[in-house]
């Protein structure tokens, strides 16, 4: 179908309209997207923002962190959360307002996709107990903000366009995500990517976003292994009941099994985990 139904130019636009994140935000990123990040650099980032300690303090020393002894030092509070886990903290306060708001047009109310996000980026932090593939830092990061798309595609999302896609969802057994490039010649997923590019996070971040639907056809094996990690987040939110609408990813599926090397039963240990720690984790992101 023709793209005329939604005006693309417009879509960039309004990608481009959310408020900007926080230049101390965006340096964090960066820091921990390279391989030779260190505590100190993350801490001098991180005491620049005085509400941003504070609540890392307070999140290291819950019982969500698994904590014995007070944390008194930023520097101790950073290798106890995990750097991938500070900087959805610190990406989380900017964007949780926004995330937060309804988004009928995905069959979502108030909260949910807030509540999946949190679910995804918890997932990957404790995915790294049950896969064989390594998780790098910024999984954290692009799980709580893969569907984020889907805040500014909902917008264009008419009650005629809507019919369109139940129809190619339904009738026609597409995907979500392909129904949206069949139907708009463009997917939430890109429109995230397009967020994640303008608020300049690493370019990590932006890819895994754009394909995390379609890990085959990332541009390289790193995006690759990272999209997968997201499906797996997306299963694992829906199966502790933090799902995303109806085209939440169901179950564990060979393809995430054998390119993550994680069986069935890991998988439903990593969901008992997952939920153990859920409900905390969203109190202490506010």
């Known amino acids: 179908?023709?793209?005329d139904l939604i005006d693309l130019d417009l879509?960039?636009?309004e990608a481009q309209?959310?408020?900007p994140l926080?230049?101390?935000t965006l340096r964090l990123a960066t820091v921990i997207a390279n391989e030779d990040w260190n505590v100190r650099d993350v801490s001098e980032i991180v005491r620049l923002d005085q509400a941003l300690t504070g609540r890392i303090l307070g999140a290291a020393n819950s019982v969500v962190s698994?904590?014995?002894?007070r944390i008194t030092s930023i520097d101790q509070a950073i290798v106890r959360m995990g750097p991938g886990a500070v900087l959805s903290m610190a990406i989380g306060d900017s964007v949780k307002n926004d995330m937060k708001a309804a988004v009928p047009q995905y069959g979502l109310s108030e909260g949910e996709l807030w509540r999946h996000s949190i679910a995804a980026a918890l997932t990957v932090e404790n995915a790294r107990s049950f896969c064989r593939v390594p998780i790098g830092p910024q999984a954290f990061a692009t799980a709580l903000l893969h569907d984020l798309g889907k805040l500014v595609l909902a917008r264009h999302l008419d009650p005629?366009?809507?019919s369109f896609l139940t129809r190619a969802c339904g009738d026609d057994g597409r995907t979500e995500e392909e129904a949206e490039q069949e139907i708009l010649n463009v997917g939430h997923a890109e429109v995230g990517a397009i967020v994640a590019r303008y608020w300049k996070l690493p370019e990590s971040i932006s890819l895994g976003i754009q394909y995390h639907h379609v890990p085959s056809a990332a541009p390289d094996e790193e995006t690759r292994k990272l999209c997968y990690q997201l499906q797996l987040a997306d299963a694992v939110a829906t199966a502790i009941g933090a799902g995303c609408g109806e085209a939440s990813q169901e179950g564990l599926t060979p393809a995430i099994a054998d390119r993550l090397g994680i069986s069935q039963s890991m998988?439903?240990?990593l969901c008992e985990r997952v939920s153990e720690r859920f409900s905390q984790v969203v109190a202490a992101y506010g």
């Open 1 to 3: 179908m023709s793209s």
């Open 11 to 13: 879509l960039v636009e």
């Open 17 to 19: 309209s959310l408020e």
């Open 22 to 24: 926080p230049a101390s």
């Open 66 to 69: 698994g904590s014995r002894h």
């Open 160 to 162: 005629t366009i809507l």
């Open 267 to 269: 998988f439903d240990e």
